[in-house]
Each structure stands twice: as structure tokens, then as C-alpha cells.
């Protein structure tokens, strides 16, 4: 019996200095019995997984962590900002406890959900002495930008140094090489941010910031080309602006470090850059670091870093559409006074200044022709053909073409492409859009197919469906994506709810997508998502075509232009002609061909269209 109550001790010599330190090892039923605040007993963490945040998530991303190591969690604090493939979503514990290591760090992309992401221990337990939980093992990518600041003290997490390494001594352990590369306190270093959730890598367009300047919660700090748009960078932590990484024009992978930030009052000249800028790096391999101020040759594969362009001389910021604007009105942006955050003019400001200075459009110079040139008196030869290889000039790819290339091949290679296609008369829609010409209310025939769709989705709920994972997926609200063409490629803007829309609320809103699309100006909810597309090329003389579907969704409606035809009483009727591609896995022939009978018979009796909205509120109550 006394030796049924002894606990088994087992002692581990541990040289340091000549000293010998015992290791007491406590079976596991009575380690939550002691009290200890040192490595002398180890904490078993508890798992934090990568969390399935949308019913279609598979993978995230986490944008930021909004602990650090060793910060307390009250039930239901936040603990990290997470991309997941909707939006980004914030991630909340409902038990207390301390965060006691970050296992992937920020800007890591692709993390499949359940994977371990952090640890977490009890709070009265030393969160420094932290260990992995029984068959666990995680081996996330190196990063380069991550915030969390780095733990000071070892910790059984760190693995054995690999053979190139010097040996660690008893007071301090190498970090893990799995581990996200940390920079010195009150330093942040900033990675390339995933603006949408098909980008995976973005061109830093401008610098509104310049090394050196002083950051506030929520200034622009970069406008980045993404696979969509230009969008702005905004931080939300103040400090200094230390470092730029990336020039301007530069392309750059998400993750990928851009630039680094320093606390008020630090010596932003002194920080201290990775030498891989890259957002992974080999298993086993952790990065150097090396102080800005000493002089050494840069890194292979990392950018020669760049001053920001300076701003204007009023010390404003603008994006590439004011800048148009400028140089089309001959205006200088110190003339205007900017409206928007701090030292920001926007493109209102510079339409009102205009309008209200009644200034007109400058012509455009041309280089004069040098004076010492002068003109050949021989008549030009004509093109004889020489027999040889023609010229040709390589045009690179943008990167909203890019994404729009791959995204298009995945869609015709993954999905069984079924089309169907109906004559439309339109006759009555044009009478009506005249009656409401003459009142001074413009309509498009693309505003009468949006309000039709989206009633004939409601009859038809099996064509507003998305395929992910085999699984179709029936949307409770009716959000169409409209494609819009820009000089970079397609986008598709989304008129949200346009079964609950009038055809006036409708067309208005389309408006005002196009040309914030066309001017680069759409926020990423503005184009992300959507139940089904419509591609309509009518308004440039196209009668027939057929359009390929918008991942993931299952159907995309190709309308074409109205022609003259005579009907079996020889008169004159105006058809349109319109295509279903669908998703032959999720949508039969057969549902299809009724949605398109759906859609032909309201649009050939549009007064319902125009009368109320009655189907709208069965469809709100429903």
C-alpha cells in the first residue's frame, strides 16, 4: 500500500557551468496539483484550431492577431482577425486564459481549418513553460511580417537546434524554426495584405507615406493594385514610418514584407530588416537579421528599397483618379482643399472646383518635332514583304488579368458547361422606357433584365445556387454580379437584394458601380460575393453570345442586342436574344429551361415590373 501512494520521480541531469540541475517529472493526475512558475514543470497547452468561421470555409488566413503571448483572454475577447472566404471575421474564446504561444503567424495564407494555431494555458499557470499537447505536431511556413513580439524566456516548444547551429545554453532556447520571424520590441514589420480573397499577390501603385513620417490609427499609408482594384492601405496602429521595402510599380506576393513600422519615439533609422523578405523559407532555416545602419550588399531576391514619391507640395494625398482629373483640368492639387482624413483630397473635392470655377478641359501637348530634323524629300517606300520572321512586342500581364485568366480556364476545365438560349420580344419594355424618357426618368433595358432576374430566381430558387465542395448551396437572398468592363479586365460589381430594389433604386445603383469601377474606387464587399451573374453585351451590337460561369456560383445570363424581325402577321417586333450557361451538376435542363420561361414572360409583360412591389414583400416575408 506505501508503495501504491510513493509517485514515481524521475531525475534528468542537465549540465550547465559544472552545476547540475534536477528535472522532477510529475505523472500527468498530479501535475494540476502544483503551483510552479518555472520551466522546472511543464504546461500542457490547450489547442486553438483554425476555426471554420463561413459554412463554405476551408482554408483562412489570419490578418492580424489582436493578443500577444501572454496577454489575458476574458471570455469573449478577441483574439485574432481571420480572412476567411467571405470576409474577414474576428475570432473569439469563450474561456478565460492566458495566450501562451503563437503557433502561425500573420499573412500566412491557406491555413486549412483544424489546423493548431496558438496555445493557450490556464491563468494560473506559467504560460512561459508552455508544451505541446499529446499528438499534436504542427510545422507551419516561416513568415516574415508578423507583429507579435517575441517571448524573451525559453520555452519547451523550442525544438533542438538543427547540427549547423551553436549549441543553446541552459538560460536561453533558439526559436523553433517553424516559428514566424519576430523583430526587435517596438518594431513592426508589414507584410503585403490580401485586399480580396482571390489575391495572391498585389504591385504597390504609390507610397502615400514617407519614411520617416508619423502614422495615426487609420491613415493611408500605400495604394495597391489587387487582382480587383486599386485599393488603399490603411493602418490602424500609430508610430513612425520607418522603412519602405518595396518600391513603387513593384510586385509583390501577400505575406511578402513591404515595409516596417516603429513605435513613437524609437529611432526609426536603426530598424532592423529581415534578410528574406518572402513570406515562406525552408523548413529548419531561420532568417538573420541585419541593422539598416550597417552597410552590407542587399540579400538575393529582395528589392533595393525605395523613398516613397513625395506627396504635393500642400503636403495632400489622392489617388489615381484625381490625378486624372489634374492633369486633364491643368489644376494643381494645393489650389483645392481637401475634404476627406487628414491631408486627403478626394475626386468630389476636384469635381466641385471645377464646377464651381466653371474650368474646362486642357488640350493635350505634343512634342514639338526637333528643329534641326527636317523632313525627307523621297517619297516613302511601300511594304514589300521580306520572307523572314515578322516582329512582335511582348505586352505583360496584369495582374487583375492574371487572376481573371485562371479563374476563367478553372471554371470551363472544372465545370460541365450547359447553355440554353430564348428569343425575348422587348417591344413593350421600349414603350414604357420611352413613357419614362418624356417624364426625364431614364431606364436601360439592362435595369428591366436585373428586376426580372431577380423575381425570376425567387420562382426558380434552383438556379440561385452556388457548387462548393459537392455540394450545392441554395441562397436565401437574390445578390446579382454585374459584369462591368475596365481597362484592366472584368470586374462584377453587386446589386445586393435586387428583389426587394425598385427598377429606379436598380439603375442607380448600377450607376454608381460602374463608375466606381472604372475609376478603381469599389471596396472589396462591393464585389464580392454574389448569387448569379448577368453579362450583357447588347450595347455593343452583340446579338448572340455565351458567357462562362462565375465560380462558384452555377448559372451567368449572356444577353445580346434587339433586332427587327416580322412575325407571322408580317410586323415588326423587336426579339433579344438571351443564353443560360449553367452547371450542368447542379441545375437540370429542365430547370432551366423554366427559369428562362420565367424570365421571357415577365419581361414580355414588364408592367408588374413597374407596378409595386408585392412579389418583393411575399419574397422579404418568406
Known sequence: MAQMMIPRIGLLSIKNNSRVVPRIFVPLKYQRLCFHTSWVFDVQGKSILMPSLSPTMEKGTIVKWIK???????????????????AVVTLELEDESILA???????????????????TVDVDEDWKSVEMPDNVSVTPPVTAS???PPSSSASPLSSTPPPSSPPASSSSSPSPPSMPVQGPPGQTNIGMPALSPTMTSGTIVKWLKKEGEKIEPGDAVAEIQTDKAVMTFEIEDEGIFAKIL?????????????????????????????????????????????????????????????????????GQVYGLAVRRLLEEYGLKSEEIKGTGRPNRLLKSDVLTYIQTKNIKKVAPKTAPPPKDQKQPDIPLKKHVPSGGPSTYQDIPVSNIRSIIAKRLGESKITIPHSYATIDIKIDKINEIRKELKADGINISINDFITKATAHALVECPFINTLYKNDQIIQMPRVDISIAVAIESGLITPIVFDATAKSILDISKNIKELAEKAKTGQLKPEEFQGGTFTISNLGMFGIKHFRAIINLPQTAILAVGSGREELNAALQKVTKMSTSLSYDRRAIDEDQAADFLAVLKAMLEDPSFLIAGRLRALRYAQD
Open 101 to 119: 504561444k503563437i503557433i502561425v503567424g500573420e499573412g500566412i495564407q491557406d491555413i486549412k481549418v483544424g489546423t493548431l494555431i496558438a496555445l
Open 246 to 314: 518595396i518600391p513603387e510599380g513593384s510586385q509583390a506576393e501577400v505575406g511578402e514584407l513591404i515595409a516596417i513600422t516603429v513605435e513613437k519615439g524609437m529611432d526609426w533609422k536603426n530598424v532592423v530588416v529581415p534578410t528574406t523578405t518572402k513570406p515562406t523559407a525552408p523548413s529548419g532555416v531561420t532568417p538573420e537579421v541585419v541593422p539598416v545602419g550597417v552597410p552590407t550588399a542587399p540579400p538575393v531576391g529582395v528589392p533595393a528599397p525605395s523613398v516613397a514619391t513625395p506627396s504635393a507640395p500642400s
Open 68 to 86: 500577444k503571448e501572454g496577454d489575458k483572454i476574458e471570455a469573449g475577447d478577441a483574439v485574432a482577425d481571420i480572412q476567411t472566404d467571405k
Open 146 to 148: 508578423s507583429t507579435s
